[in-house]
Protein backbone atom coordinates (compact mmCIF):
# COMPACT_ATOMS: atom_id res chain seq x y z
CA UNK A 1 0.00 0.00 0.00
CA UNK A 2 3.16 2.44 0.59
CA UNK A 3 3.49 2.56 -3.41
CA UNK A 4 0.32 4.24 -3.57
CA UNK A 5 0.65 7.10 -1.16
CA UNK A 6 0.99 10.37 -3.45
CA UNK A 7 0.28 8.13 -6.46
CA UNK A 8 -1.34 10.63 -9.27
CA UNK A 9 -2.25 8.85 -13.26
CA UNK A 10 -3.85 11.68 -15.49
CA UNK A 11 -4.87 10.39 -19.29
CA UNK A 12 -5.67 13.74 -20.83
CA UNK A 13 -4.31 16.06 -24.06
CA UNK A 14 -1.54 18.26 -24.18
CA UNK A 15 -2.39 21.92 -23.64
CA UNK A 16 0.71 23.20 -25.54
CA UNK A 17 3.92 21.47 -27.02
CA UNK A 18 6.26 21.02 -24.06
CA UNK A 19 8.99 23.03 -22.73
CA UNK A 20 11.74 22.15 -22.58
CA UNK A 21 14.52 23.73 -20.50
CA UNK A 22 18.22 22.40 -20.07
CA UNK A 23 19.84 23.37 -16.67
CA UNK A 24 23.37 24.41 -16.16
CA UNK A 25 23.61 21.35 -14.16
CA UNK A 26 22.99 19.31 -17.09
CA UNK A 27 19.45 17.97 -16.12
CA UNK A 28 16.62 18.44 -18.57
CA UNK A 29 13.00 19.24 -17.41
CA UNK A 30 10.32 19.25 -19.86
CA UNK A 31 6.61 20.87 -18.32
CA UNK A 32 3.46 21.09 -20.46
CA UNK A 33 -0.62 21.35 -19.45
CA UNK A 34 -2.46 18.03 -20.12
CA UNK A 35 -6.13 19.05 -20.21
CA UNK A 36 -8.22 16.26 -18.59
CA UNK A 37 -12.16 15.87 -19.33
CA UNK A 38 -15.16 14.57 -17.96
CA UNK A 39 -18.65 14.09 -19.08
CA UNK A 40 -21.87 14.65 -17.52
CA UNK A 41 -25.51 15.17 -18.58
CA UNK A 42 -27.76 17.65 -16.77
CA UNK A 43 -31.25 16.95 -15.99
CA UNK A 44 -32.77 18.61 -18.93
CA UNK A 45 -30.73 16.31 -21.05
CA UNK A 46 -27.89 18.86 -21.85
CA UNK A 47 -24.30 17.18 -22.17
CA UNK A 48 -21.75 18.83 -20.59
CA UNK A 49 -18.13 18.31 -20.73
CA UNK A 50 -16.15 19.41 -18.09
CA UNK A 51 -12.16 19.63 -18.70
CA UNK A 52 -9.37 20.25 -15.87
CA UNK A 53 -5.93 21.21 -16.50
CA UNK A 54 -2.99 19.97 -14.45
CA UNK A 55 0.18 21.39 -15.04
CA UNK A 56 3.32 18.39 -15.68
CA UNK A 57 6.69 18.27 -15.00
CA UNK A 58 9.55 15.36 -15.65
CA UNK A 59 12.75 15.00 -15.67
CA UNK A 60 15.83 12.98 -17.33
CA UNK A 61 14.52 10.02 -19.61
CA UNK A 62 11.26 10.78 -18.84
CA UNK A 63 11.78 14.31 -20.30
CA UNK A 64 13.71 12.53 -23.31
CA UNK A 65 10.91 10.86 -24.00
CA UNK A 66 8.74 13.79 -24.10
CA UNK A 67 10.58 15.89 -25.72
CA UNK A 68 11.01 13.47 -29.06
CA UNK A 69 7.74 12.15 -29.28
CA UNK A 70 5.03 14.13 -27.68
CA UNK A 71 3.64 17.33 -28.83
CA UNK A 72 0.49 19.54 -28.40
CA UNK A 73 -2.42 17.57 -28.50
CA UNK A 74 -1.46 14.26 -28.02
CA UNK A 75 -3.29 12.28 -25.56
CA UNK A 76 -0.97 10.49 -22.96
CA UNK A 77 -1.20 8.87 -19.33
CA UNK A 78 1.09 10.39 -16.96
CA UNK A 79 1.78 8.60 -13.78
CA UNK A 80 3.66 10.40 -11.06
CA UNK A 81 3.51 12.32 -7.64
CA UNK A 82 1.87 15.32 -6.79
CA UNK A 83 4.24 18.32 -5.82
CA UNK A 84 3.30 21.67 -4.40
CA UNK A 85 5.67 24.95 -4.21
CA UNK A 86 5.76 28.35 -3.50
CA UNK A 87 7.94 31.11 -5.61
CA UNK A 88 8.10 34.65 -5.65
CA UNK A 89 7.30 37.04 -9.33
CA UNK A 90 9.11 39.64 -10.21
CA UNK A 91 7.08 41.98 -9.10
CA UNK A 92 7.41 40.80 -5.28
CA UNK A 93 4.19 38.43 -5.64
CA UNK A 94 4.28 35.12 -3.69
CA UNK A 95 2.60 32.44 -6.15
CA UNK A 96 1.58 28.62 -5.44
CA UNK A 97 1.46 26.46 -7.43
CA UNK A 98 0.71 22.08 -7.41
CA UNK A 99 2.58 20.05 -10.32
CA UNK A 100 2.69 16.24 -11.31
CA UNK A 101 6.07 15.49 -11.42
CA UNK A 102 5.54 12.67 -14.25
CA UNK A 103 8.14 10.18 -14.01
CA UNK A 104 6.26 7.74 -16.69
CA UNK A 105 4.53 8.84 -19.70
CA UNK A 106 2.06 6.60 -22.07
CA UNK A 107 1.10 7.70 -25.42
CA UNK A 108 -2.17 6.72 -26.74
CA UNK A 109 -2.62 5.47 -30.62
CA UNK A 110 -3.28 7.85 -32.31
CA UNK A 111 -6.46 7.61 -34.45
CA UNK A 112 -6.50 7.89 -38.42
Not at 8 to 13: C, D, E, K, N, R
Not at 48 to 56: K, P
Not at 60 to 72: P, Q
Request: charge should be positive; charged fraction near 30%; proline fraction near 1%.
Amino acid sequence: MSTLKNSVQLMGHLGQDPEVVNLDSGKKLVKFSLATNDYYTKKDGEKVTSTDWHNIVAWGKTADIIEKYVTKGREVIVRGKLSSRSYETKEGEKRYITEVVCDEVVMIAQKG
